[in-house]
C-alpha cells in the first residue's frame, strides 16, 4: 500500500499546491522519492523527529496547507501523541497522519515496530477521524478524502505493500467516508474487519461455503470514528451470530466499540471477537507465524465461529 500511497500523493499534489509530504526516518525518502525530487519545497524529511514532523504540519495547516504526515505506524503515532493530541486535536487541524505498516506486519523487527494499540489510542483524541482502508483502491479514495474534504486531523492505518485489490469486486460498489462497507453479502454470518484484516475473512468465508455450505457477509468498517451507528445496528439486528477479526488489542478495539454499542441499545446478539492477545509476544517470524501466535488465523476463527 505504500508505493500507491506515494503514487496517489503525487498525483494529487500535482493539481492542488497545497498538499505537502512530511517522513521521518524515511531514507531518503522511500517510496515518496517522487514527490520529493518533483516537488522539493513541498517535502520534509524531518528524520528521527516524529514531535518535530507533527509540529511542523501543524504550522503549515494554520497557513492554509494540507500536510501528510507518513512513517512506521508506531513512530507515527506513539511518539508523538501529545504533539498530536494538543496541535492538531484540539486546534483541529487537517492533518493526517499516516501509520504505514501498522499491526504486526515489520513482524521481524520486534515489538518496537509493532502497532497493537493504534486504533485505541487515535480514536480517543477528540476530533480525530480514524480510517483503515483495505486495499489500495480505498486507500487511494481515502487520501483524495483526506486532501480535500477532511475538516480536522486524520489518522490513516495502512499495510505495507502487495496488498490485492479486492474491492473491485466488492459488494457494495461505493466507497463512502463515514459508512461501512459489504464486501461480500450473506444471510448466515457477518464477518467484520477492516485494513488488511479483511484478507483474512475473505478465506473464512470460503472456508465456511465450501465445508459447512455458510453464507457469510463481509463487512468493512474502514471509518473506525466516526462509527457508522446507522449500519452497525441494521447489522446486530439482521445477524444471529457476528465475528469481528482484527489485528489490534481488546482494549480501545473496534470490537469493544461493536458490544459497547450493542449493550446500550440493548441489541442482543452473539458476537464474538478474535483479536491480538493483550500481551508482548516475544517471537520472531514472518507476519503469517505472529498472527497466528496471537490467534488470528483462518484456522482459530474457524474455531471461533464454531464454538458453542
Not at 506513539?78 to 504505514?100: A, C, H, K, S, W
Request: charged content about 25%; some cysteine.
Amino acid at each position: 500500500m505504500r508505493n500507491k500511497f506515494a503514487d496517489a500523493i503525487f498525483e494529487i499534489g500535482s493539481v492542488n499546491k497545497n498538499i505537502c509530504a512530511l517522513v521521518a526516518d524515511i531514507s531518503p525518502a522511500g517510496s515518496m522519492e517522487k514527490f520529493r525530487k518533483k516537488y522539493p519545497d513541498r517535502f520534509i524529511n524531518c528524520g528521527v523527529a516524529e514531535q518535530s514532523m507533527i509540529g511542523i504540519s501543524a504550522g503549515l495547516a494554520l497557513k492554509g496547507m494540507r500536510p501528510f504526515c507518513y512513517t512506521i505506524a508506531t513512530f507515527a503515532l506513539f511518539r508523538p501523541f501529545e504533539f498530536i493530541r494538543v496541535d492538531l486535536g484540539y486546534q483541529n487541524l487537517p492533518v493526517t497522519v499516516i501509520g504505514m505498516g501498522a499491526g504486526l506486519i515489520y513482524s521481524t523487527l520486534g515489538g518496537t515496530h509493532h502497532s497493537m494499540e493504534d486504533i485505541a489510542i487515535a480514536s480517543s483524541i477528540p476530533n480525530m477521524t480514524v480510517l483503515a482502508p483495505c486495499d489500495p483502491i480505498e486507500m487511494k479514495l481515502a487520501t483524495i478524502w483526506c486532501a480535500t474534504k477532511s475538516k480536522g486531523p486524520v489518522y490513516m492505518r495502512l499495510g505495507k505493500v502487495g496488498e490485492p485489490e479486492i474491492t473491485k469486486d466488492a459488494y457494495d460498489k461505493k466507497f463512502t467516508i463515514g459508512k461501512l462497507r459489504y464486501i461480500k453479502k450473506g444471510e448466515d454470518i457477518a464477518l467484520i474487519s477492516y485494513g488488511i484484516t479483511i484478507n483474512v475473512l475473505i478465506e473464512v468465508s470460503k472456508e465456511l461455503k465450501n465445508k459447512q455450505n455458510i453464507n457469510c457477509s463481509i463487512i468493512n468498517m474502514h471509518t473506525i470514528k466516526p462509527l457508522d451507528k446507522k449500519g452497525l445496528e441494521n447489522i446486530l439486528k439482521k445477524y444471529k451470530k457476528i465475528i469481528i477479526a482484527e489485528e489490534h488489542v481488546p482494549y480501545g478495539s473496534v470490537s469493544s466499540m461493536i458490544k459497547s454499542y450493542a449493550y446500550e441499545n440493548k441489541i442482543f446478539t452473539d458476537i464474538k471477537s478474535v483479536t491480538l492477545k493483550d500481551e508482548f509476544i516475544h517471537f520472531y517470524g514472518s507476519h503469517k507465524e505472529l498472527l497466528n501466535k496471537h490467534g488470528l488465523s483462518t484456522t482459530k476463527i474457524l474455531k471461533k465461529i464454531n464454538e458453542k
